[in-house]
């Protein structure tokens, strides 16, 4: 079955460094990759969307990767700030429709 | 633009009830999609609605339903509560298919 795993530990990091945060999937070949924000008690905010013939994609300061090889996707935030402590959740489409299947998410925070 | 609306925010109910939720989605939105999240299962899909069809369904039992109306508005229920359906419930509404989704902020429910 479909499988996704994200860092299953908090990622602290100090204020002004690169956060890079993973997700894996396996027995997938999904056609793209989204990436969501959600801080408590709040629903998820939409960040970025890569597609699978897509290597990288930027807005302001974060970045993401698809390789498509490795299964992966990477997710960067440049120049981190504590506004940019929460959860980040990768997702993947479950079909032909708008169900989407979640990682457990990663909880960044960073630190002034 | 108004983003999307669930109500109530909170519930509490006892083992045994029934419950219905409630979504508005953005304006122009017709696809509606339902998940649960749990600290333990994290965020799980539901089921799917557009144009008042249900589109997709997830792995959860027959206690849960929903619908669609003509405006796009959708409700949830879930009847024979069991302590375990204690969760929030988020909405999410897209305009097409395979984009972004824009997540309401949640029912939280508690089962007692």
């Known amino acids: 079955s479909q499988k996704i795993e994200q860092n299953s530990e908090a990622l602290n990091i100090q204020e002004g460094k690169t956060a890079t945060l993973t997700c894996n999937y396996t027995n997938y070949s999904p056609a793209y990759l989204q990436w969501y924000r959600q801080d408590p008690g709040r629903g998820p905010v939409f960040l970025l969307l890569i597609r699978e013939n897509e290597k990288e994609k930027r807005k302001e300061r974060l970045k993401v990767t698809f390789d498509t090889t490795l299964k992966q996707s990477l997710f960067h935030i440049t120049a981190s700030q504590p506004a940019d402590s929460a959860t980040y959740l990768c997702?993947?489409?479950?079909?032909?429709?708008?169900?989407?299947?979640f990682g457990t998410g990663t909880l960044l925070a960073v630190q002034p | 633009k108004a983003g999307v609306t669930q109500t109530p925010r909170y519930l509490i109910k006892t083992r045994g009830q029934q419950v219905t939720l409630s979504c508005s989605p953005i304006s122009g939105h017709r696809s509606v999609s339902w998940y649960q999240q749990t600290p333990g299962q994290g965020l799980q899909f539901l089921f799917e609605?557009?144009?008042?069809?249900?589109?997709n369904k997830g792995n959860f039992p027959g206690r849960f339903s929903g619908r669609q109306f003509s405006n796009s508005r959708s409700e949830m229920n879930v009847s024979t509560l069991e302590l375990g359906d204690s969760a929030l419930y988020l909405c999410?509404?897209?305009?097409?298919?395979?984009?972004?989704?824009?997540f309401g902020p949640g029912t939280r429910l508690t089962v007692l």
């Open positions: 997702a993947l489409p479950g079909g032909a429709t708008n169900k989407l299947i």
């Open positions: 999410a509404s897209s305009r097409g298919r395979g984009g972004e989704q824009f």
């Open positions: 609605y557009f144009s008042e069809t249900q589109r």
